[in-house]
């Protein structure tokens, strides 16, 4: 079955590319590609069990990688974030539903690219950085891809509390800012590097969207300004500031200069022309 292409695709140079990349090698694409990962971290999470000494010669260490471990460079995203069977179970499941739901708006080929453009940026970051961690990050940037296209879906928050997507993903967003802030400068550039992918696929789009809101207040405060409340009196002295609402008993004239005067204050020439 094809793909269900629900998001917008604005005429951006990166769309444009990874259609024409779609389009030449889109046969070679992975099907069920986050599935599979799923499958290998449960595996390497049992044999971690096992022996945990198996997970030092998965991991992402450069150090390691110069001296010809090149293999580091790609199993480092089967090392599960966690030794809990059922943390394990969580976070596999929840991975399974992300791959799930972007391979079903995507197709297999954009996932596999989205994927794979992050894992390449965290491998670079490793190895220019000195940045080295497992493939937590590159997991959050599927996430945050998720919450983009499926913000109002819940989920339970510790299996008690429902909470929606895109409210998850802003509480990940800010706690990975003040990480970011306070972090080494490895960090910050292996965080930028790893979600590159999001940037690449998403960035044209929320700018949009960002300008796109912009002008939805922009016009709803011209509106605010040009309405005119219901409690706002028909007349209003410039003057004195009296009212057709304050004063009903008073008579108002609108001057040559369109303002409104009660009788008192109204200028003279105006009521040379009335009297006239």
């Known amino acids: 079955m094809p793909p269900v292409r629900v998001y917008e ?10 259609d024409t990349l779609e389009r030449r090698f889109g046969r070679f694409a992975i099907l069920g590609l986050v599935r599979m990962i799923v499958a290998l971290n ?25 001296h010809g471990e090149y293999w580091r460079l790609v199993t480092y995203i089967l090392i599960p974030g966690t030794d ?23 197709g297999a080929f954009r996932l ?33 891809a998720f919450a983009w296209f499926f913000p109002n879906m819940e989920v339970y928050l510790l299996a008690i509390l429902p909470i929606r997507i895109k409210w998850l993903a802003w509480m990940m967003a800010g706690l990975l800012l003040v990480q970011c802030v306070m972090g080494s400068l490895a960090f910050k550039m292996a965080v930028i590097a790893s979600l590159a992918n999001f940037l690449i696929f998403f960035g044209p789009e929320v700018i949009a969207h960002i300008r796109q809101r912009r002008g ?20 209003r002295c410039v003057v004195c500031h009296r009212s057709s609402t304050s004063h009903p008993d008073l008579d ?17 020439a105006t009521k ?4 006239a």
């Not at 809990?84 to 995507?106: K, N, R, T």
Request: with cysteine; glycine share 8%; charged share 15%.
């Open 216 to 235: 939805v207040s922009s016009r709803r405060k011209e509106y605010a300004q040009a309405s005119v409340p219901e409690d706002e009196p028909l007349h």
């Open 272 to 275: 040379a022309g009335e009297d």
């Open 112 to 144: 596999n690219l989205f994927y794979l453009i992050g894992m390449v940026g965290t491998t670079v970051a490793a190895l220019f950085f000195g940045a080295e961690f497992s493939n937590s990050m590159l997991n959050l940037s599927l996430y945050f």
């Open 9 to 18: 695709e604005h005429s951006h140079f990166s769309m444009n590319l990874i």
């Open 42 to 66: 449960a595996l390497v999470f049992l044999c971690g069990k096992l022996n945990p000494a198996l997970l030092l010669y998965l991991e992402l260490n450069t150090a390691a990688v110069r």
């Open 252 to 268: 108002f004239r609108v001057g040559r200069d369109g303002n409104d005067y009660c009788l008192e204050h109204l200028p003279k």
């Open 84 to 106: 809990s069977y059922l943390w394990i179970l969580f976070a596999l499941g929840f991975l399974w539903m992300i791959g799930d739901g972007l391979e079903s708006v995507w």
